[in-house]
């Protein structure tokens, strides 16, 4: 079964993380992080800028464990399906 955004991607983006990334994407979103699906999984890896979510101690809930980094990625695969 793939993976989809409305049941699967969108609910791991909390209120903290929207808000923090509204200047560059709205991550409620579902055009606008398919749209910038490649950069959102770059930081959620660390990789061309600090990772995201940012950890607690700066005010986040990340950054995310592996296995929710995978199910991003493999959404991206199938075709970032709505």
């Given at each position: ?37 490649d ?9 061309g800028?600090?990772v ?23 959404w ?7």
């Amino acid at each position: 079964m793939a993976v989809s955004f409305a049941a699967d991607i969108r609910p791991l983006f909390t209120k903290i993380d929207i808000d923090h990334m509204t200047s560059m994407f709205d991550l409620s979103d579902y055009e606008d992080v398919k749209s910038n699906a490649d950069g959102i999984l770059e930081r959620l890896k660390g990789i061309g800028g600090a990772v995201m979510p940012p950890p607690q101690s700066k005010g986040g809930d990340g950054p995310w464990p592996a296995e929710r980094i995978a199910l991003f990625e493999r959404w991206i695969k199938d075709g970032c399906q709505p």
